[in-house]
């Protein structure tokens, strides 16, 4: 239930921040909700990329008026049916690995106690 929660919170808290912000309000987002909600690493990580993938997933079909996905397509030198994919699983990888970061800083280090 406390994976739910955060994969839902998450979501909604990056999709509000990332209206009036911008696209890396999700690093400081998902490092400190992992960080404060203690999470496992491997949840946390999963998380923050499945949550993120999915929003810019939609976003990117959403927002796209006809330029998106030719402009993304010349970027990323990829065909135009694999420019959103690829673009959301960068999203992901820069949320997955800030929400790693901070479940690993909030671990308990009782092997450093020594």
């Keep these: 239930m406390k994976n739910l929660t955060a994969f839902i919170l998450a979501a909604v808290i990056s999709v509000a921040l990332s209206l009036v912000l911008t696209w890396w309000v999700i690093a400081p987002i998902y490092f400190l909700l992992c960080y404060t909600l203690k999470l496992k690493p491997l949840i946390s990580f999963l998380a923050s990329l499945i949550s ?10 959403y927002f796209d008026n006809g330029l998106v996905n030719p402009l993304l397509s010349d970027i990323l030198k990829v065909g135009p049916n694999m420019a959103r994919p690829i673009s959301s699983l960068i999203g992901g990888l820069v949320a997955g690995i800030f929400g790693l970061s901070g479940s690993l800083l909030s671990a308990d280090k009782h092997y450093m106690n020594a």
Excluded: E, G, P, S
């Design 52 to 61: 993120v993938a999915i929003i810019w997933f939609v976003a990117a079909y």
